[in-house]
Structures are given as structure tokens and as C-alpha cells.
């Protein structure tokens, strides 16, 4: 089992522009999870999701950022219009069942936003 | 609300030394702790969870509910343990049963 995959692994934007982050979930597993670390900071929930589903998008900011999981394929955190601020390292988490289950961290994507 | 502090930035111990990383949390419930480690270049991957009571790596923790910590302790540290360690908690009732919060993370070397 390969684990949780993330590509790419590190991505450079300039402001303004759209940055696609992936995250395959490790085999078996149908429930995923991102976070955002920011420097100096622990790592923060953002979305938590299901095939097909957004079951929770608490931690998400409101504008600019999405996330999806389809049916076939990787699930993508889209973040629209990059800022400075939105510099971090991004990571995916998958787990087989969402409730008293190990989550299992992908690699992450360090984002700079130049 | 849920928070978990981490109040070691960095911690430096020699080879063989006792190691103690401290992690306190605030939860109104019956949080569940995690351990989670990160040596260089690698990713994030568990560590050890309070309810398996399991050592791994020579590294124990035991949950303290009076003090609300969950420190991690090792009696003897080895330079392959230097690695940031982060402190989790997941909480026990709707929203917040998946959802891990953690703390800044602890950074550990150990020194020959």
C-alpha cells in the first residue's frame, strides 16, 4: 500500500493565480481530511469529506477555497486568486471510516505564494 | 472549544538521556490524545494513542485527566528520535469526533 499520495509536492504561484492541490487516498480508505499548517503553527482542520460528499467545511475559509472528492479520482483543494497569506503546507489525510479511525497523513504540498 | 498546547518550541537531550515532551489540553468531554511524529524529510505518522496503551519506540504516554496532559516520555533518548513530535486530541461527540486538533509541535534532537 503506497499510502496517502499528494501532488505536487511543492507548488509556486503568484498572486492572483488558481492552485490545484491532489490528494489520493491510501487503498480501502473512502474518508478524507485537510489541514493547513502555517509556519510556526500546528497543523489546522479545514475540510473533511466523503465520495461525493462534504461532510464538513468548518475550517475552511469562506472565499477562495473549495474542496471536492468525486466518485472517480483524487480529491482537489482549490484555492482561487492566491494571496501571500495563503502560504503553507497543506496536508491530506485519509482514514477507512471517519470515526475512531487512524488518520493517515500524505506527504503534504508546501504552497508559496510569491 | 478544543486546544491543545505544546509549550516546548524546542527540546535538546543527549544520547541516553530521559526525554519528557509536554502536552497540556483543554476539552469540556472524553477527548481521545495522539501522538504524531515527523523525522526529516518524511510524513506525518502516528506515534501512539492513549486509549491502545501501547509503547512504541520506547515511548509511552499516559492520559491525565486531572492535569489534562498527555506528556510523551522515553527514558532513554536515541539520536534517531530527533524529530518534531506533535500533540493531537480528537473530541468525542458530533463535529468534533474526526476532526484532530494539534498543538505547534515539539522539535527534539538528540545529541550525541
Known amino acids: 500500500n503506497a499510502g496517502v499520495m499528494q501532488n505536487p509536492r511543492h507548488l509556486v504561484r503568484r498572486r492572483g493565480q488558481e492552485a490545484r492541490l491532489r490528494c489520493s487516498p491510501m487503498?480501502?480508505?473512502?474518508?478524507v481530511y485537510w489541514y493547513r499548517q502555517l509556519p510556526e503553527e500546528g497543523l489546522k482542520f479545514m475540510v473533511y469529506l466523503q465520495k461525493e460528499n462534504i461532510i464538513d467545511e468548518s475550517g475552511m475559509p469562506k472565499e477562495r477555497f473549495s474542496a471536492e472528492f468525486p466518485k472517480e479520482g483524487p480529491s482537489i483543494l482549490r484555492i482561487q486568486q492566491v494571496v501571500r497569506g495563503d502560504s503553507a503546507a497543506y496536508f491530506c489525510a485519509s482514514s477507512p471510516a471517519g470515526f475512531l479511525e487512524t488518520q493517515y497523513f500524505g506527504p503534504g504540498t508546501r504552497l508559496l505564494v510569491l | 472549544a478544543q486546544r491543545v498546547t505544546q509549550p516546548e518550541k524546542l527540546l535538546s537531550v543527549f544520547k541516553g538521556a530521559p526525554v519528557e515532551l509536554k502536552c497540556n489540553y483543554s476539552?469540556?468531554?472524553?477527548?481521545?490524545l495522539f501522538w504524531y511524529v515527523q523525522y526529516s524529510r518524511q510524513r506525518l505518522q502516528l506515534l501512539l494513542r492513549h486509549i491502545s496503551r501501547e509503547s512504541i519506540k520506547g515511548f509511552t504516554a499516559d492520559l491525565n485527566k486531572g492535569e489534562t496532559s498527555f506528556h510523551l516520555k522515553k527514558p532513554f533518548a536515541q539520536e534517531e528520535d530527533s524529530a518534531m513530535y506533535y500533540c493531537a486530541l480528537r473530541g468525542d461527540s458530533g463535529g468534533s469526533n474526526y476532526k484532530l486538533t494539534f498543538g505547534k509541535g515539539t522539535l527534539l534532537t538528540v545529541n550525541p
Open positions: 487503498k480501502g480508505h473512502s474518508h
Open positions: 476539552y469540556s468531554g472524553s477527548p481521545e
